[in-house]
């Protein structure tokens, strides 16, 4: 069965250096997302990319953020100088065009800033 | 701005029983709703999706309803056991358009099946 992955699993990064997040979308998808789950709280989006730019962005997503497709299966979440409180869950999800509309979710990566 | 609310935020229930999990959304002009599982310090499993054309959807133990109009939606889950244990999420796009829109996720239900 098609899955989301995501590597990797866990990073831990001292503050103020860059990361980044991987995925690989499932192929025939072309809604991408990036969430993130603060441990103990809700899953909160990030940021959605649609033909190659981003199509909506939350107020989280400020200029330490960056996603990028570099080609044609991976997907990238960058993180330019992080902070404390960046530490968190990241879940990249996709999701088909003209589909079911349901939206699968990668297994995570756990970043932790210290 | 559309919320989400889970109750209740955890059950513990023993083996065998049924049980019913809800979900209520503020804002009724809602594409689906997908219903979601969470191991914990795991990713989020996709477990039904519901159109909002759609009043149930059912896989396997696991029957969703959904009442758009009301802004509540139900997960039951039939004949319980041990390995159900885990948090359960409710989403929902965030407008009424092709259902590609950002996902506004519920608190969650911790349950825990008690053999």
């Known amino acids: 069965e098609p899955e989301v992955t995501q590597t990797p699993s866990h990073q831990v990064t001292q503050m103020g250096q860059e990361v980044i997040l991987r995925c690989v979308p499932i192929s025939n998808h072309l809604y991408f997302y990036w969430y993130r789950q603060i441990l103990g709280q809700k899953v909160e989006f990030l940021v959605s990319f649609y033909n190659n730019e981003i199509s909506e962005k939350s107020e989280i997503f400020d200029d330490q953020f960056s996603v990028e497709r570099p080609d044609g299966s991976n997907f990238t979440l960058k993180i330019r100088s992080t902070k404390l409180e960046d530490s968190a869950m990241y879940f990249c999800?996709?999701?088909?065009?003209?589909?079911?509309?349901?939206?699968?979710f990668g297994q995570g990566t756990r970043l932790t800033v210290v | 701005k559309q919320e989400v609310t889970q109750i209740p935020a955890a059950l513990s229930v023993p083996e065998g029983e049924n049980l019913v999990l809800n979900c209520s959304f503020t804002d009724s002009a809602i594409y689906n709703l997908q219903w979601f599982r969470q191991d914990p310090g795991k990713g989020l499993t996709s477990l039904l999706l519901i159109q909002s054309s759609q009043r149930e959807q059912t896989s396997g133990r696991l029957n969703a309803s959904l009442d758009k109009s009301s802004g509540r939606s139900t997960l039951y889950i039939a004949a319980s056991q041990p390995g159900d244990s885990a948090t359960y999420l409710c989403?929902?796009?965030?407008?009424?358009?092709?259902?590609?829109?950002?996902?506004?996720f519920g608190t969650g239900t911790r349950l825990t099946i008690i053999p």
């Open positions: 999800a996709s999701l088909e065009v003209g589909g079911s509309t349901e939206a699968f």
């Open positions: 989403a929902v796009p965030s407008g009424e358009g092709f259902g590609n829109e950002k996902l506004t």
